[in-house]
């Protein structure tokens, strides 16, 4: 697969940062018209976990009610290995709806049943974006050349933990998976409320 220069140079990077064993795959719309691509890497200390990253992300227009915004996006996504396999292609399937649908993606959004198509999340159907706190100094020094961007890490959330986030807020929901210990790797947790 032939990535522009651009797309080259933050997928080494990220690979650099993140891992060993960097493989790229293009994922296309149903229709085929739109594509994305996607780096995974195995952690180097631990290989029962996979990081992806969305590459090329950063070249579409964001938008914020319907304005355009002057920055750009990436996503990027941890696994254990039994979801590994998945996570590229729903990590695409979201970068394809913000880049060619519009959707607006800020910490705290939500993808309503986008992260568990396949039976093993054990009911995680929805994605939720947050910021990058684990990885924040990783991922600052990749940046698109042309424009500042942003890092959103996403992870799946059950219709419950989706109540709960509509009833008290992303501070809310966040609180609740710091006082449970919620592993961000772990798309096939069980619910936490």
Not at 21 to 29: H, I, M, Q, Y
Not at 76 to 85: S, V
Request: glycine share 6%.
């Amino acid at each position: 697969m032939n990535l522009n220069p651009v797309h080259q140079d933050m997928a080494k990077k990220l690979a650099v940062e993140f891992g060993a064993d960097p493989r790229v795959d293009r994922f296309t719309s149903l229709e085929g018209e739109h594509a994305m691509d996607i780096l995974t890497v195995r952690d180097r200390l631990n290989g029962e976990v996979t990081y992806s990253f969305t590459i090329g992300l950063s070249d579409a227009t964001l938008y914020y009610k319907n304005e355009p915004v002057s920055f750009a996006l990436e996503l990027g996504a941890a696994a254990y290995r039994d979801a590994a396999e998945f996570v590229p292609n729903t990590l695409a399937k979201a970068a394809l709806r913000i880049a060619h649908n519009r959707w607006e993606c800020q910490p705290g959004t939500v993808f309503k049943d986008l992260g568990g198509e396949n039976a093993v999340t054990n009911g995680m159907r929805h994605l939720y974006f947050i910021r990058p706190l684990l990885w924040k100094d990783r991922l600052e020094k990749i940046q698109h050349p042309e424009k500042r961007t942003a890092w959103l890490i996403c992870m799946p959330i059950s219709d419950s933990e989706l109540e709960y986030l509509l009833k008290h807020g992303a501070t809310g929901l966040e609180s609740v998976f710091q006082k449970e210990n919620v592993d961000l790797f772990n798309w096939t947790r069980t619910s936490c409320v």
